[in-house]
């Protein structure tokens, strides 16, 4: 490196090469990585549809292009979009237009920021964030806004019914997914995502579906209430073809649908990605084969990595899963009408994770420390885990009502001494 | 006796060295004064009703920075009372955009306008 | 001469968005568009919550906040946005006495802020050597009632009750004031 | 000294030859020319090679304490200073005397010269644009060669327009006489010939003004003009009276004899003495003269004096308040700034070389030449009337239409800048916003006469779009607006000429403020002026140049002007840009005429909180950061409005003049300063004259009615105090009260929501600013 620019100065500052090179370079590997993840994870996932729509229907999908099973469909059907005309209605806001593919794609991007690939004392994570859970769902929320916007500039009537749609829908479901995500937290402790998926660590009996009956349930509220928050089949109101030509997106064309398309499946990815490390395990296998062959960070730099990638596989096939249970479901369920939709959320799933919500807790007083409905004990390891991430302070990752009442009578003795 | 404090600090440096309170609360100030103008120009029910959203966020802001261990150390940090009123205004602000929505729509119902200045029936 | 310190630079960055796009959303005449201007200011005064430590009500805010109050709002645009509404002309006038007062304001708040000298951000070296704090539990336990972090000051359980019970007072009251109107026809049958 | 008396040699030549000089006087113009380019060109070579070669410049780096005084021959040698009272000594400067009038007791009337860098620059800087104004006006007078001229704003009783001669050499011969008398009040040696060449560029500037006799509004506003001048004139009079009876000279200067020994003390000597570190001290002469005046015993020697009594003092004062007054008059400064404005009825080279570039600075020039007299007191005085005008003249410079009448605002405004720098201590400041200030209104004043001969309008509502049709004025009047609002690199050392003289006023502004925490006022005023500034500028500009034609027919006809009238503007477009970057030197040149005993920080003596802070100060980085920010967000901010209102139509100008009625009118009618005056002193005038005359007549006849009805109302009196007002109004006055106050009340209840927002941001603004003034002023500091 030339001398000059360790020298480099700009305004009194000090432009120290080597440091903003680090930091430009460390974003960009992660910001290269969860990119390459949503577009060839949508790739694969268009390709995945076709084929598993085509099986369901009794046909057999994609055939020709690049081989066989027509694996190159989608890498075509991408070059068609990139040569289309990019059109724009007259009458549209134009840079609302423009700007509201990139919204929900941006938006659906971010939410990967704080999905753990890996966990354990080194973390595959690009953002480890304290509270995790909440940024992952807040930054999927926001994906509404570009369907909203989308549908607003279009300056159609098909495009406004159908971003109205979606926002009632998505406003109204994220009661009922914050509530079922709360009930993972509650058990783990903690709000952060590597803490949560780590509590699951070892067999599938620790995985939190299995805690208790109500956590089971949960798992199946909160699947149905991701297939609505990212406007899949049967919810995909906002998009009906056979009533609103296709909703949100009537107007677009070429590369700005594409992008529409990718947010979608990349939402589809997250939220599934997200139930498998609230209630699936995450990064854990079934059967802890890292665990079980030594693939830990202790035990060198290479083995650990191993388990890492292993556990980092394990994840994405655990929300390929997910992704492929809801074309599975797209493709066999009918669309639900609006009115449907809403009294599904307001009459079924809230009071559902409500009473879940209640229930868990309940189990959890009267059962703490106990796994697999109850009948066995969660390791120990775990509770060292969950305790180390949680700051090292002096609080039990489950408050007990003893617990409290003994924390509060310090705390009150305390403040009766400074009284005094 | 009021005075700018002399401190070139204040203007230059920016990006080497640390932000304290006062930079918050100038973006604070910022967003309060967007809002409060939002509300006092915007003849939209619904800009007034943004306009409320920046004023509180530009509040919000001020509890952050006043609880922040990392703009300022001295004894007087809020410390997390700035977070816990900073969720409550959120909270409160939900709550505040439920009902002023409900409000605007019935408006909006009765009087097919959504014109604030329209709704000057209180005038004494 | 120093190397850049990062969080400012974030700081310019986000606050720096957070104030451009405010004045949007006050310069727009576009309900819309204010709308879009409003869900980018605050989200990057999440960001810049985050930057402050306060990791959890940066999420919050960008959930309840971003995700909700302005899901929300911008529902009640569509609802109304009816050609005329959208873009509404406001008089010069009032422009002009908003700015003043506005600018004067801004002035006197700004003014306030950096004549205290204890606000003016502290050291370099202090502020790195503060360890990563979390705030999750804390707070947590805040709102139950038990302070961890500072056992002197008042946990927060009464008036989170309240808000809770508020919050539902006003859920309820909101669904009674924007219910549809039921034609007379339907009672009768 | 010779470029002193060129342009008094062509005046003479014109008055007695005019009429034969070539066809309708055409010669006499260039005669003019030629005299005056004379005068300028030997003046830069009294500058640059007489003075320059002799007087070596400060260096530039500040906190020098002293300016360097090379010369041999300086009047007074520095030294004897004290570590403890830093203070400068007086720069070096030619002084004598050519020729005695006559001598009254020890006082003695000469014809004398006094010269120093400011004389020098000030010099160079009339000559440059005197000259440049008049090739201009060779272009711009061109109608009245034609014979006879028709004047279409003078409609005879017939109908038909005025015919009369063409007076073209007449307006050269006014011309060059102003440039004598003007070049008379720089190089003056002492007051009384100051005083003499003061009424002379007053005559000048009366004739010019009233150039157009048969107009109506030319000749009142030229009588206007001469008469508020005399007001100002009688408060030099007296402080001219006052100085004379006490220190007994009027010299500026010590006079020599060929030997280098004083013979006379002159008056800065006698007032800053070396022995007192030329710090400014009543001499025994004025202390005695004031206790003669007030019956108080004089106390002898000023060192033991208490606090309060400060002898002299009050006599210092009141000469210096009294000398200012004169300053007042001239450079049009508050309350006596009425006559400007209206003095733009003269052509329109006149309104640039007399009315903004020169005689109006002459002015701010004397007081720069006085400094050493004026205390701290004086000082504040001075600068809280600059403060005053400059926010005065720019708020009615926002409303004004008629293109010169802006720019005539404007430079009050600038001369109230000056003013205020003055004031403040910035002398260098000041003198250097007057040189700069010269160039760019000069400018601003040919590009809008230029305008002015192309659409034969004033009005600024009958223009716009002429960008397209007279590029070169256009551009070069963009280049003025950028440079009278400060335009520049902040924190950097480069910008327009404008930037610097403009930053320096605020520094110094920011500077006092901070050394005088109850004078904040000080330092927001030129803040806000500069703002005020750039918007009324640019709103000229785009009304004028930008946009759309609003009068297609005057579009139709509007051309550029010829090129003796744009090689004057580009020429001074060059120095408006460029007189202010640090490699001319300006700042140093005039560094090295700041007067003695005007460096150091100096104190009150009557108001001891008074500090005037020494200008180095200002330049200390912690000053300079802000105040140049400040100053450039400011500007930046007038500049937007204006852009945002008049060249991309987001706010309808029309429509902010609907909502801001009453304060457009209180604008529009110039703070309805002339009614105040006409009611203030002509109707008492009048009033006066009919109750003497009332009082001839009916004085016995209304004593003796009057007795008789005093009789009768005093029973009815005593009828309706008790039965009616007492009894029945207590009820009525309360319940009406009550009535009234609730309809007050009802007003401010107007269901607006938007205005209720208003209400809470204006009340937290006032609380805080009420809060604000309670500490500052009621708390004991």
Redesign the interface.
């Known amino acids: 490196m030339a001398p000059f620019l360790l020298e480099l100065?700009l305004?009194?500052?000090?432009?120290?090469p080597w440091?903003?090179l680090a930091?430009t370079l460390a974003g960009l590997v992660h910001i290269a990585l969860i990119l390459n993840l949503v577009a060839v994870g949508a790739l694969i996932f268009i390709w995945l549809e076709r084929k598993i729509s085509g099986r369901i229907q009794d046909r057999l999908g994609p055939t020709r292009v690049g081989g066989k099973f027509g694996w190159l469909q989608t890498l075509a059907d991408g070059i068609k979009l990139l040569t289309k005309e990019d059109l724009m209605p007259e009458q549209a806001?134009g840079?609302?237009f423009k700007?509201a593919p990139y919204v929900s794609f941006c938006a659906s991007i971010g939410a990967f920021i704080a999905i753990p690939f890996a966990g354990g004392a080194y973390p595959w994570i690009s953002q480890h964030?304290?509270?995790g859970v909440?940024?992952v769902?807040?930054?999927l929320?926001?994906e509404?806004?570009g369907v909203?916007?989308a549908g607003?500039?279009s300056a159609s009537k098909w495009s406004?019914f159908g971003?109205?749609r979606e926002?009632?829908q998505?406003?109204s479901y994220?009661v009922p997914l914050?509530m079922c995500i709360v009930v993972p937290v509650l058990i783990a402790?903690?709000?952060?995502l590597v803490v949560i998926g780590d509590r699951q660590a070892g067999w599938f009996t620790n995985w939190l579906i299995f805690h208790d009956p109500f956590t089971f349930i949960t798992f199946w509220v909160y699947f149905t209430c991701a297939i609505a928050s990212v406007n899949r089949a049967p919810f995909d109101l906002a998009e009906a073809e056979s009533e609103l030509v296709a909703g949100f997106h009537t107007e677009y064309s070429g590369l700005r649908w594409s992008f529409f398309f990718m947010a979608e499946y990349g939402s589809m990815l997250s939220v599934s990605m997200l139930a498998a490390i609230l209630f699936l395990g995450g990064w854990h296998g079934p059967i802890p084969v890292a665990d079980l062959l030594g693939l830990q960070p202790e035990n060198g730099f290479a083995l650990g990595y191993l388990g890492q990638l292993l556990g980092a596989t394990n994840v994405i096939l655990k929300g390929t899963i997910g992704v492929c249970v809801m074309m599975w479901v797209r493709w066999t369920l009918p669309r639900l009408r609006i009115d449907q939709v809403m009294t599904t959320c307001l009459k079924y799933c809230t009071p559902i994770a409500a009473v879940m919500f209640l229930g868990a807790t309940v189990w959890l007083f009267n059962w703490p420390g106990k796994n697999f409905f109850g009948l066995l004990d969660v390791p120990a390891a775990v509770y060292e885990i969950s305790d180390g991430a949680?700051?090292g302070?002096q609080?039990p990752s489950v408050?007990t009502p003893a617990d409290?009442v003994a924390?509060?009578a310090s705390?009150e003795t305390?403040?009766k001494r400074?009284n005094l | 006796m009021i005075n700018l404090p002399a401190n070139p600090m204040l203007f230059a440096n920016l990006l080497t060295e640390p932000v304290g309170v006062a930079h918050y609360v100038t973006v604070g100030a910022v967003l309060f004064v967007c809002g409060a103008l939002c509300m006092a120009t915007k003849r939209n029910a619904l800009g007034v009703l943004m306009g409320i959203e920046l004023v509180l966020n530009g509040a919000n802001l001020n509890f952050i920075a006043f609880g922040s261990p990392y703009l300022r150390s001295d004894a007087h940090n809020l410390g997390l009372d700035g977070q816990l009123m900073a969720l409550f205004v959120i909270v409160l602000a939900a709550a505040e955009a439920a009902v002023a929505l409900a409000i605007a729509l019935n408006f909006y119902n009765n009087h097919d306008s959504i014109d604030v200045d329209r709704a000057a029936q209180l005038r004494g | 001469m120093d190397a850049i310190y990062w969080p400012s630079f974030f700081f310019l960055l986000f606050g720096g968005l957070a104030c451009a796009f405010a004045v949007a959303v006050l310069l727009s005449s576009n309900i819309v568009r204010m709308a879009f201007y409003l869900v980018l200011s605050l989200a990057a005064t999440a960001g810049l919550m985050f930057l402050a430590g306060a990791e959890f009500v940066g999420a919050m805010q960008l959930m309840i906040y971003v995700g909700g109050t302005l899901v929300l709002l911008i529902f009640g645009v569509m609802l109304t946005s009816q050609e005329r509404f959208v873009e509404m002309h406001t008089w010069a006038g009032d422009w002009v006495k908003g700015f003043l007062a506005g600018g004067a304001l801004l002035f006197v708040l700004i003014y306030a802020a950096f004549s205290i000298p204890a606000w003016r951000g502290i050291e370099r070296a202090t502020v790195e050597a503060i360890p990563a704090q979390k705030s999750v539990t804390p707070i947590a336990m805040g709102l139950l009632g038990a302070r961890t972090d500072a056992p002197d000051r008042s946990g927060y359980l009464l008036p989170f009750e309240i808000v809770s019970v508020h919050l539902l007072v006003v859920l309820v009251g909101a669904a009674y004031l924007a219910r549809a109107k039921r034609s007379r026809e339907s009672k009768i049958v | 000294m010779t470029a002193w008396l060129v342009p008094l040699a062509s005046f003479v030549l014109i008055v007695l030859f005019g009429k034969f000089m070539g066809p309708h006087g055409k010669g006499a113009g260039y005669l003019s020319v030629l005299a005056i380019v004379t005068s300028a060109i030997l003046s830069l070579i009294a500058l640059f090679g007489v003075w320059l070669p002799n007087h070596e410049l400060p260096t530039p780096t500040h906190h020098t304490g002293e300016p360097a005084s090379a010369g041999g021959d300086t009047k007074t040698s520095a030294g004897g200073e004290h570590a403890e009272h830093p203070n400068n000594a007086p720069p070096s400067a030619y002084f004598g005397n050519w020729y005695s009038l006559g001598e009254f007791g020890k006082l003695k009337l000469t014809i004398g010269y006094y010269i120093d860098s400011l004389t020098l620059g000030m010099f160079c800087m009339v000559g440059i644009i005197a000259s440049c104004v008049h090739f201009y006006a060779l272009g711009y007078m061109h109608d009245e060669l034609h014979e006879p001229f028709v004047d279409h704003e003078v409609t005879l009783t017939s109908g038909e327009h005025l015919h009369r001669k063409g007076r073209f050499y007449r307006f050269f011969q006014y011309l060059s006489l102003f440039c004598f008398s003007m070049f008379g009040i720089v190089i003056s040696g002492n007051l009384a010939m100051v005083f003499v060449f003061w009424e002379l560029v007053g005559i000048c500037s009366y004739f010019l003004i009233g150039f157009y006799i048969e107009r109506h509004s030319a000749s009142t506003a030229a009588n206007k003009a001469f008469i508020v001048n005399r007001v100002g004139d009688f408060g030099m009079l007296i402080g001219m009276m006052a100085l004379w009876s006490s220190v007994g000279t009027f010299a500026f200067g010590d006079l020599k004899n060929k030997e280098g020994d004083v013979v006379e003390v002159g008056l800065f000597s006698q007032l800053r003495t070396e022995e007192n570190h030329y710090h400014l001290a009543p001499t025994q002469e004025i202390i005695a003269e004031e206790s003669r005046m007030t019956g108080e015993p004089a106390s002898a020697g000023g060192a033991t004096e208490s606090p309060t009594n400060k002898p002299g003092q009050w006599l210092l004062l009141i000469a210096g308040v009294g000398i200012f007054c004169g300053c007042v008059g001239k450079s049009a400064q508050f309350p006596l700034h009425v006559w400007l404005p209206d003095a733009m009825e003269g052509p329109t080279p006149v309104s640039a070389l007399v009315h903004s570039a020169t005689m109006v600075a002459a002015g701010v020039y004397l007081v720069g030449r006085f400094y050493p007299v004026f205390t701290p007191e004086t000082l504040l005085v001075i600068a809280y009337i600059g403060c005053i005008t400059l926010l005065i003249a720019a708020t009615i410079a926002i409303t004004a239409t008629d293109i010169k009448r802006v720019l005539a605002y404007s430079t009050v405004s600038q001369l109230g800048y000056m003013m205020l720098s003055l004031g403040l201590g910035g002398w260098v400041a000041g003198m250097f916003h007057l040189i700069t200030h010269a160039f760019f209104k000069g400018l601003l004043f040919l590009c809008s006469g230029s305008v002015i001969h192309a659409v034969h309008t004033n009005d600024m509502t009958q223009m716009g779009g002429l960008r397209k049709k007279m590029p070169i004025t256009a551009y070069t009047m963009l280049v003025g607006c950028l440079a009278i609002i400060g335009a520049g690199i902040p924190l950097s050392n480069f910008g327009l000429s404008g930037y610097y003289s403009k930053d320096a006023i605020i520094e110094q502004a920011w500077s006092f403020a901070n050394a005088n925490p109850q004078h904040q006022i000080l330092k927001w005023a030129p803040i806000a002026g500069a703002m005020i500034t750039a918007f009324y500028m640019f709103r000229l500009w785009y009304l004028t140049f930008a946009g759309k034609p609003r009068d297609q027919h005057r579009f139709d006809h509007a051309h550029e002007s010829p090129r003796v009238m744009t090689t004057p503007l580009i020429v001074l477009a060059i120095f408006a840009v460029a007189i202010g970057w640090p490699i001319f030197h300006v700042t140093d040149l005039l560094e090295q005429g700041r007067p003695v005993g005007t460096q150091a920080t100096t104190h009150g003596e009557l108001l001891t909180a008074l500090v005037i802070p020494d200008e180095h100060l200002s330049h200390e980085p912690a000053i300079k950061t802000p105040a140049g920010i400040a100053a450039f967000c400011t500007a930046a901010a007038g500049l937007l409005l204006a852009t945002v209102i008049y060249l991309w139509r987001m706010l309808n100008p029309d429509e902010l003049k609907q909502s801001f009625k009453p304060v457009h009118a209180f604008l529009w009618n110039k703070w309805y300063f002339d009614e105040l005056y006409h009611y203030l002193f002509v109707l008492p005038t009048k009033g006066i004259a009919s109750i003497a005359s009332w009082f001839d007549r009916g004085i016995i006849d209304s004593i003796l009615h009057g007795s008789a009805a005093i009789c009768r109302t005093g029973s009815k009196v005593v009828d309706s105090l008790f039965d009616q007002t007492m009894v029945d109004g207590t009820v009525d006055t309360f319940a009406s009260g009550t009535w009234n106050f609730g309809l007050w009340l009802r007003r401010l209840q107007t269901g607006s929501l938007r205005q209720y927002v208003m209400f809470i941001v204006v009340g937290t603004v006032l609380l805080f600013v009420m809060i604000t003034f309670a500490q500052s002023y009621l708390t004991p500091s």
Not at chain 1, 11 to 16: A, E, M, P, Q, Y
Not at chain 1, 189 to 192: K, R, T, V
């Open positions: 100065e305004f009194g500052i000090r432009l120290c440091t903003w930091y806001d840079f609302l700007i964030l304290n509270a909440f940024f769902l807040a930054v929320g926001l509404v806004f909203i916007l607003y500039s406004l971003a109205m926002a009632a998505v406003v994220e914050g402790g903690s709000l952060d949680s700051g302070e609080i408050v409290r924390f509060e705390t305390k403040n400074e």
